[in-house]
């Protein structure tokens, strides 16, 4: 089985224009897990805590994966395009070699909630063409194994006792796994994760206990970075809700600067010059994510 490494507990911060979210991974550069970047919830009832939203702003070098709980947002990118994310949606964007995009809520009141995970590119793929794609619900299975469990399938497989469930998003270069799953009070689920990928559970409603050689108990807004093999044993005493996220390590430097993350120091200068001068998108557009069907 899969053991603890490390418990990051979440920090209350704020970004885009004001909005409060909770950051475990990438709180600091040395708070990362190859080759996620950063894991950011955010969550509120009250609209002053979300309401600004996150104005046009770019990005270059890594992919974003928005996945809304609840409420709505509208991207639009520098290309006119526009995305409306909903409760349950999923939008994957490839910033490539660059986008400049804004998140705004298209509510004034109630519960806005969701997580945007940064995930890196490789050095090869880093000054790609940009693409993203809106994922709806219903494109996304809800695998329900046993009784008490739900395993919502955003990328990669969940295998369960020969049944395969394959998320929309497969076959990029970090194999990205990213379920959602949900555990009734009692309930117990294993999960098969590649051996090497980087690991970790992110329990947002509720806390589970890791079932390892000495199991441990994963408190609510924690990042539980788990051990490079061997599979994931979750008890839950009581329901819980809870992220996990895997991939293959790119073991590549990391040099980010802001909302660019490349190889070099001089690969982040050249980000920042292009971006000044109005280069960073030129001569391209934004392609589209082709779905697993």
């Given amino acids: 089985m899969r053991t603890l490494k490390q418990l990051i507990p979440a920090l209350t911060v704020s970004d885009g224009a004001g909005v409060k979210i909770k950051r475990s991974l990438g709180q600091s550069q040395q708070l990362r897990l190859d080759p996620f970047l950063m894991l950011d919830c955010f969550g509120s009832e009250q ?30 990118d520098h290309l006119g395009n526009k995305g409306h994310l909903k409760s349950g949606g999923v939008q994957w964007m490839t910033a490539g070699r660059g986008i400049i995009h804004s998140e705004m809520p298209q509510q004034e009141s109630g519960l806005m909630r969701g997580f945007q995970l940064w995930l890196n590119l490789p050095a090869a793929e880093k000054m790609k063409e940009a693409a ?46 990213y379920f959602d799953i949900r555990l009734a009070a009692g309930s117990k689920l294993t999960l098969q994760i590649p051996t090497g990928h980087s690991a970790l559970l992110y329990p947002y409603e509720g806390t589970a206990t890791l079932i390892a050689e000495q199991s441990q108990q994963l408190p609510e807004h924690h990042a539980a970075v788990l051990s490079e093999s061997g599979d994931v044993c ?6 819980v809700r809870l992220l996990l996220l895997a991939a293959k390590p790119i073991k590549e430097p990391v040099v ?38």
């Fill in 234 to 239: 979750i008890l839950a005493e009581q329901d």
């Fill in 47 to 76: 609209a002053d805590d979300y309401i600004a939203g996150f104005p046009a702003h770019p990005h270059r070098g890594f992919e974003t994966v928005t996945y809304m709980l609840d409420g709505h947002m509208l991207h639009e």
């Fill in 256 to 293: 980010q600067y802001g909302p660019f993350v490349m190889n070099t120091a001089s690969e982040i200068e050249q980000a920042v010059r292009d971006y000044q001068q109005g280069k960073l998108t030129s001569g391209h557009a934004a392609a589209t994510i082709k779905l697993h069907q």
């Fill in 132 to 177: 993203y794609v809106d994922i709806a619900p219903s494109q996304i299975p809800v695998a329900e194994p046993v009784a008490g469990v739900s395993v919502k399938v955003i990328a990669g497989t969940f295998t369960y006792q020969q049944q395969h469930w394959a998320g929309p998003i497969q076959g990029l270069s970090t194999e990205p796994v």
